[in-house]
């Protein structure tokens, strides 16, 4: 091989002519790369670390009725976490959490099952997914209030089961109670169980279900030993989602209970519209260290990094 | 180990809606032995393993293990164990539990399960890796991961779906001789589905080649290759070449047939139907360069193409009415007079290495 074919000689033969042109062109190819992470980076810092910042900051704050005072302070934390009724309200909001959490994820995992593996024509599959989501084509709270007609004390259910003869009064507990709150819930958070469910189990082989089979698995085996464990992953970005949404919910509980019920949320809501913005920041801060201690434990039994 | 069963497949169909995978093909597979179904992609030979599997219902006909019908039997209940394709190994599961599966599912105790399991991955050498997952391993390894699966439930016939296709073509040659050689120890009969000429050739002691849903011919890889029952076995196993002609006339040996362009070939054999075009194949590694002993045993053609492959160069001439007749010759005798692309070169061969084939089945 000759010494003009090998491109490494190329720079010791012309060694002032070439450096400094490479250097710029790898200097542009580094810019370039910043570039690209540029908007992303910038959305991120002016929308998710910069608003935290500030609540963190704010939650240090002093305050009376009328006014903020910035300051270093650790009352507003004192005060949250020592009053009784912080912890009944995060009580009652894991009890949503909870309770929600395992509705969604059985009917999301069948859901989901339905649509991967008993659905035969991808059209239809596409066509199936895409019923699911339309709820999501109205807003939350429109969707949200159509339950008060359902439920109502006068509303279509207890109608029909007074005039069925089922009842002899119309069912009280059915609106404004935590019935509701979490009827509610499940629908609106179900589908962000469908759909990372739904993707996990696509992306199982189905040669893994037939190997199974063939060892000898009934249907009920290949379930449990196969597409459950392997759908995990699903489940827990599943989880992520529907625990995250119930944890910051207030709308729901507030409309749903009749205000009976509280939430984590509805409290810092409250206190805002108080304008103890320190205080519900302090809240804030101490939501958020909950939730992502949760999301960390989830992470740290399911390992989702097969499915980013 | 378990005792071989024969394979018996009596006009077995499969239909997909409105096509035909495979055309009523009937088979038997000698209890012990070692079977390649061998076609191109798409002939069936995947549909028709699947069907013995149980993994493909059978729209007609039936499918015999042993001294049992198992046409409607689940595939766990056949007697047959099957390799996937792409080994279908549980990626959540390590090495050990799945070679344990089977075991676990019909609820053999954790600790036996996996004494058994250990016992197999030492068959196939794999113990040093029982506690990996699947991803872990190499292509090689995750097979023979996959192999101890397969074996663990003690199958009368082992079921092999492309299963050296995934391999680099080193270890594609490794793997084939172990296949061979645990064929052997374990004395089952094994049915591997392959597109690979060479692999059949290597493996089995029977080789059925398959063309669009049916059967063209199933026999000792040795008869596949020295008498291709027709023109389709002829050009898929490669060592021939075909040449078609109208029959010229008979001699007590054979035919002579001429085909379009003026020339005459003579071959041996009968041909099946005097008033069809006769199909005539001549081994590619008999044919020499140089002038033809007898009339009808050769041709001179336009040189195309050369490929020197070491110990052999393989020349591609073109002659009136012939194309693409491939000529493998030594390279003793290549280089004692070598001839270049181009060049007009005479091609001859003997009279017994052009034989008569049979009429295409369809």
């Known amino acids: ?308 | 180990m378990s005792k071989a069963a024969a394979i018996d497949i009596a006009s077995v169909t499969k239909v997909y809606g409105s096509t035909t995978a495979v055309h009523a093909i009937s088979l038997k597979i000698p209890a012990g032995s070692y079977c390649c179904l061998l076609g191109p992609s798409g002939c069936g030979k995947s549909t028709t393993l699947r069907m013995i599997a149980g993994h493909e219902s059978i729209s007609d006909g039936d499918v015999r293990l042993g001294n049992q019908v198992v046409t409607d039997l689940p595939p766990a209940r056949r007697g047959t164990s099957m390799m996937f394709q792409s080994y279908a190994l549980f990626p959540h599961l390590d090495v050990t539990d799945n070679v344990a599966f089977s075991l676990k599912m019909k609820g053999v105790g954790k600790q036996e399960r996996r004494r058994r399991a250990l016992d197999m991955l030492e068959l196939v050498h794999m113990e040093p890796y029982a506690a990996r997952r699947p991803a872990q391993l190499s292509g090689g390894q995750q097979q023979r991961v996959a192999l101890a699966r397969a074996l663990i439930t003690d199958p009368q016939a082992l079921l092999l779906d492309e299963p050296l296709s995934a391999l680099d073509p080193f270890l594609k040659v490794k793997m084939r001789a172990e296949l061979k050689r645990l064929q052997a120890s374990l004395g089952i009969t094994f049915v591997h589905v392959t597109h690979s000429q060479e692999e059949a050739m290597a493996l089995a002691d029977l080789i059925v080649v398959m063309n669009a849903g049916r059967i063209e011919q199933a026999a000792a890889p040795r008869r596949v290759f020295e008498q291709p029952a027709n023109a389709f076995v002829a050009r898929f196993m490669g060592d021939h070449n075909v040449i078609t002609g109208r029959l010229s006339s008979r001699d007590e040996r054979g035919v002579t047939i001429a085909p379009a362009g003026g020339r005459l070939f003579s071959a041996d054999g009968t041909p099946p139907d005097a008033d069809e075009a006769i199909d005539i194949a001549v081994r590619t590694d008999r044919v020499r360069i140089g002038p033809a002993s007898a009339p009808g045993l050769g041709f001179t053609g336009v040189v195309q193409n050369i490929e020197y492959r070491g110990s052999s160069v393989k020349l591609t001439v073109a002659g009136a009415g012939v194309d693409d007749f491939t000529a493998i010759v030594s390279d003793a005798d290549f280089f004692a007079a070598p001839v270049k692309v181009g060049d007009a070169a005479p091609l001859a061969w003997n009279r017994e290495d052009a034989i008569v084939l049979g009429r295409l089945a369809s």
Request: aromatic share 10%; charged share 10%.
């Open chain 1, 1 to 308: 091989m000759t010494a003009a074919a090998n491109p490494p000689a190329l720079p010791m033969s012309e060694p002032d002519g070439t450096l400094p042109a490479r250097r710029l062109a790898r200097f542009g190819r580094s810019a370039a790369a910043y570039l690209q992470a540029a908007p992303l980076a910038l959305i991120l810092g002016a929308f998710l670390l910069a608003p935290l910042a500030m609540i963190v900051a704010v939650s240090f704050w002093d305050y009376d009725f009328a006014r903020l005072y910035p300051d270093f302070v650790l009352t507003n934390y004192i005060e949250t976490l020592g009053s009784a009724v912080t912890w009944r309200t995060y009580l009652n909001t894991f009890k949503y959490a909870v309770i929600v959490w395992v509705l969604t994820l059985v009917i999301g995992f069948w859901v989901a099952y339905f649509l991967a593996f008993h659905v035969r024509s991808q059209t239809m599959q596409m066509v199936l997914f895409l019923v699911c989501t339309v709820p999501f084509l109205t807003s939350n709270i429109i969707r949200m209030i159509s339950w008060i007609p359902v439920l109502g004390r006068n509303g279509l259910v207890n109608t029909a089961l007074v005039d069925l003869g089922i009842v002899p009064a119309p069912v009280e507990w059915l609106l404004y109670s935590d019935f509701a709150v979490v009827l509610a819930m499940v629908h609106l958070y179900t589908l962000f169980m469908v759909t990372p469910i739904f993707n996990t189990l696509m992306r199982i082989d189905r040669a893994l279900v037939e190997a199974a089979r063939d060892a000898g698995a009934s249907s009920l085996q290949v379930l449990t030993n196969v597409i459950l464990p392997l759908a995990k992953p699903g489940m827990a970005i599943g989880t992520i989602f529907v625990v995250t949404l119930v944890m910051a919910d207030f709308i729901t509980v507030q409309v749903m209970s009749g205000g009976q019920s509280a939430s984590v949320a509805l409290m810092m809501r409250n206190q805002m519209s108080l304008l103890q913005y320190p205080a519900a920041a302090a809240n804030a801060v101490v939501l958020l260290a909950i939730v992502l201690l949760l999301v960390a434990a989830i992470l740290r039994v399911v390992d989702i990094r097969k499915e980013l």
